[in-house]
Every structure is written in C-alpha cells, then in structure tokens.
C-alpha cells in the first residue's frame, strides 16, 4: 500500500523556520518525482516545489523561491521542505505528492504573530 505521512508542521512567528517530512512507503521511492503542493484557508490547491527522483533538479513557485528549499533521502524514503522567512501568506496544510501515485494527509503550517 502506498503511503505518504508528512509531518513537521506547526505554528510558528513570521521570519521564521520550519522543516516539513514526508514518509514515503509502499513502493520504490528513488523512482519517482515527488512534490509539495499547499491549500491555504479558503483557497484552492497551490503547487509549491518540485524534485526529480534522485534529487538533482528542483523548482520552486516564485513566491517561495529563495526561501524554501525541497530535497529527499532516496535511502530513508523521505521527502523534506526547509522553509525560511515563513510570511503569513505561508499559512496553508502542506501536502506531498506524486501524481501518478497519491497524497498524504497534510500537515498544517501557520504563521502568524
């Protein structure tokens, strides 16, 4: 069964930092492209990075760019999301994904003062 558990969320001040995970399990991880989509209140889905499947190229929505940076550990099955200067306009749950094979359940992220 394939499973994505992302965690890593949490409430933090503007300016600050958090590190999202996502466990990836069920099949070969190195494989596949994966990405972090995020759905703030009220708002539709939001494509936020992407990463190839052995890390080596990433892209990033330009409202993240500079801030947020995305990689994996093909060894432990895991996807990340460094996030930098977190803005209140980062507030959103944070999924990741793969197209072809599913989602997680999300982990909710919240900037505010």
């Known amino acids: 069964e394939v499973q994505f558990v992302e965690s890593g969320g949490g409430l933090v001040q503007p300016g600050g930092s958090l590190r999202l995970s996502c466990a990836a399990s069920g099949f070969t991880f190195s494989d596949y492209p994966m990405m972090w989509v995020r759905q703030a209140p009220g708002k539709g889905l939001e494509w936020v990075s992407f990463i190839n499947s052995n890390g080596a190229t990433t892209t990033y929505v330009n409202s993240v760019k500079g801030r947020f940076t995305c990689s994996r550990d093909n060894a432990e099955n895991t996807l990340y999301l460094q996030m930098n200067s977190l803005k209140p306009e980062d507030t959103a749950v944070y999924y990741c994904?793969?197209?072809?094979?599913?989602w997680g359940q999300g982990t909710q992220v919240t900037v505010s003062s």
């Open positions: 994904v793969n197209s072809a094979l599913g």
